[in-house]
């Protein structure tokens, strides 16, 4: 069994499934069906998703940057994923050491 819903019987009296909550952009925000599966999802003010969980214990969070590219993403799989902008194409191990700590990413060398 997953996680239980966020929302209270109380709260979803009345209501029929699915259920679908939107924010002012319309973006989904919270969804719960019938089985019992639900997932919410946090957005940035450019409607991007910064963080999604749901009920099967599943979570991810996003970074962007100025330019709104995902940058950073990291899941509960334990999958990182990074991109990384350089400015010149050659980097030394201190300077990639660098990078990845400013995302507590320690950097193995075998």
């Known amino acids: 069994m997953g996680k239980a819903s966020l ?3 109380t709260v979803k ?4 499934y699915p259920i679908k909550l939107t924010d002012e952009n319309d973006n989904v925000v919270y969804y719960e069906d ?3 599966f ?21 979570w991810s969070k996003s970074e962007y940057d100025a330019g ?8 509960s799989d334990g999958l990182i994923r990074m991109t990384l902008k350089l400015n010149k194409k050659e980097l030394t191990i201190k300077e990639l050491e660098e ?5 507590d990413i320690k950097l193995i060398k075998e």
Do not use: C, P
């Open 7 to 9: 929302l209270t019987d």
């Open 13 to 16: 009296e009345g209501m029929e």
């Open 34 to 36: 019938s089985n019992g």
């Open 38 to 58: 639900w997932f919410r999802n946090v957005y940035n003010d450019f409607n991007q998703i910064t963080f999604h969980e749901d009920s099967n214990y599943y």
């Open 68 to 75: 709104y590219n995902e940058i950073y993403n990291e899941n």
């Open 99 to 103: 990078m990845l700590a400013a995302k």
